[in-house]
């Protein structure tokens, strides 16, 4: 009772020394958080701006005579809509594929026994340490010999198959109380039915971070997407920027409209699903 | 590798399902896992080791020529120069880490406003590299360049910090760690809110300031989280490309030749010169070089991070 009183009221005080100097942190953070958003506000600004304007010493801040001709060079010169389409769909066919096949996978190396678990769990461990672009050359081989080059498929089958999509089910299924599963066995529940009537939607807030961090991979990727579609076609919007900086690439306006515009997409599903983008890089820590 | 890493902060429960019984819909459920593994996986990475043991022309197949890829690698100077860039880049992008330390600590000082805070530093992370390239390589120009533009106000002088290969990596790591923060300031958060309240309570009690506490409890119970931000750092680092290729590669800037990384080379002898042989040497010696920095990373852990 004492040591438990002691603590609040100690507790109450360290409370409020918090609070008595807690402008200063916001200072510090203010300034910090503006250093981090002027690359933005710079774009912006800029994506308004007149080519004539953007290359005049000294810098103006705010445009002078604020026109849209970037948005209109960006909208002339890029296939928009047909290259975020590609960037879309790939996206989608890259979440569900990657969230079915690995919640499958996770749950039996989770939940179930069979012979050769170990060994084969080790084979999806190892591949998670190698860094892509191991794959890549073979990867592309098998595309080309399939004849997918330059298509939808190509960007997105690979990103399919996840070792680190069936790690990070494995992990989820591995935390869950048993007793559910128990209870659903005993009413005569068979093992697919276990999964996916009682196991699968305990699991969803894993499988919305896995969604969400493949999401953001699959959207900003540009190695992959550059290798495949070398003719030009099915190019999502990150190969599309790029070239299009090869073609215009002193059009500031009309680049920096193009990035933004660009990225506009992503940071709007940001905006929505904050806490899913947070929980998913909390919960991994995949980089990049 | 990073979610191997990150394993030891979560329990997980019993390995195994029902005790004794084999469950042969495992081998369904796991089937298609499985074969893209396999195919997109596995024979990749054998077919790459015996590539990188083969003269592979454009056409045509190739044929065996032992350790030739290996040796040329070795008297290239084109791949020295890309293995100095990518290791001062990676050395350079580290410094991201302490200021994500302090920015994590400070948003953990807040009662109110740390969501806006997590969503500012975050921005970066959600935007497209490619876009991330493009601005910055406007900022960084070196005649109008915003950037030259505040130093030419502090009375510094400018530099062409895209168009000048001894300014090159330093633009790419200022990049590097601006986009990295946000990943970096969500973990470190994450292993903040594990540190138990009672630790700075107890310390309050003995009268200890919140700069001592920091030093004192913070920063070594923070140091499992920090040593695991490191290690995703470095290997990510090493294997950058997107900089590169966005704010030189596809513009033909001549700063390009000297600002190689080790990725850039592989992407140009495997996809752009189709020398499939080479490019997958230079892919092995990629895999040993994170193999053996983050082995000995491992092995420094032991000097520094504090498990209890």
Request: with cysteine; aromatic share 14%; net charge positive.
């Amino acid at each position: 009772m004492t040591s438990l009183s002691l603590r609040t009221v100690a507790a109450s005080s360290r409370h409020r020394a918090r609070r008595r100097g807690e402008w200063r942190v916001h200072a510090i953070l203010i300034v910090a958080a503006l250093l981090m958003i002027v690359p933005f506000v710079w774009q912006i600004l800029t994506s308004f701006k007149t080519n004539l304007e953007v290359s005049s010493l000294p810098p103006t801040l705010s445009p002078a005579d604020p026109t849209v001709v970037g948005y209109e060079t960006f909208f002339v010169s890029v296939p928009f809509w047909a290259q975020f389409t590609v960037s879309a769909v790939s996206l989608i066919m890259r979440v569900i594929g990657q969230v079915i096949i690995s919640a499958l996978a996770g749950y039996a190396f989770a939940r179930l026994r069979f012979p050769g678990r170990n060994i084969l769990f080790a084979l999806f461990l190892l591949m998670l340490m190698v860094p892509s672009q191991l794959f890549m050359l073979g990867q592309f081989e098998l595309m080309k010999g399939l004849g997918l080059l330059n298509t939808l498929p190509a960007l997105a089958i690979p990103g399919v198959f996840s070792a680190f999509g069936v790690f990070l089910m494995r992990q989820a299924f591995m935390t869950m109380p048993k007793e559910y599963e128990e209870a659903a066995r005993l009413d005569g529940a068979g093992t697919l039915r276990t999964f996916w009537s009682v196991m699968l939607p305990m699991a969803r807030p894993m499988i919305a971070a896995l969604a969400v961090l493949t999401s953001l991979y699959a959207w900003n990727d540009l190695l992959w997407p550059l290798i495949v579609t070398p003719a030009g076609n099915a190019r999502p919007l990150t190969v599309g920027l790029a070239a299009m900086q090869g073609q215009f690439g002193t059009d500031y306006p009309a680049l920096m409209a193009g990035a933004l515009i660009c990225t506009a997409p992503l940071v709007i599903v940001f905006l929505v699903l904050q806490r899913q983008f947070f929980e998913g890089i909390a919960s991994s820590g995949l980089k990049g | 590798m990073t979610a191997l890493l990150a394993s030891p902060a979560r329990r997980p429960g019993r390995r195994a399902g029902p005790a004794g019984r084999v469950d042969w819909w495992a081998f369904a459920m796991i089937a298609p896992a499985f074969i893209g593994l396999a195919a997109l996986y596995l024979w990749p990475f054998l077919s790459t080791f015996f590539k990188s043991f083969m003269d592979i022309p454009a056409f045509g197949p190739g044929e065996f020529n032992g350790v030739k890829n290996y040796t040329n690698l070795v008297g290239d100077d084109a791949f020295w120069r890309a293995f100095r860039n990518s290791a001062l880049y990676t050395a350079l992008v580290l410094i991201g880490i302490p200021i994500a330390i302090a920015l994590a600590a400070l948003i953990q000082q807040i009662s109110r406003g740390r969501g806006i805070y997590r969503v500012l530093f975050f921005l970066p992370v959600v935007t497209l590299p490619v876009a991330v390239g493009m601005v910055w390589r406007f900022i960084l120009n070196g005649d109008f360049g915003l950037f030259n533009w505040v130093l030419s106000l502090l009375g510094l002088p400018g530099q062409y910090w895209v168009a000048d290969d001894r300014f090159t990596i330093f633009a790419f790591a200022v990049v590097g760690i601006w986009m990295g923060l946000g990943i970096n300031l969500i973990i470190l958060g994450a292993g903040l809110q594990g540190i138990p309240e009672e630790l700075y309570e107890a310390s309050s009690l003995d009268g200890a300031g919140r700069i001592r506490q920091f030093f004192s409890i913070t920063l070594p119970l923070l140091t499992p989280t920090i040593f695991f931000v490191t290690v995703i750092t470095v290997i990510s680092a090493l294997q950058m490309f997107d900089l590169v290729f966005i704010m030189l590669g596809s513009i033909n800037n001549t700063a390009l030749a000297g600002s190689k990384t080790i990725v850039y080379l592989f992407y140009e002898a495997g996809f752009v010169q189709f020398r499939q042989g080479y490019a997958a040497a230079i892919a092995v010696v990629l895999l040993v070089v994170i193999m053996i920095v983050t082995a000995i990373q491992f092995r420094l852990q032991k000097k520094w991070v504090v498990y209890d």
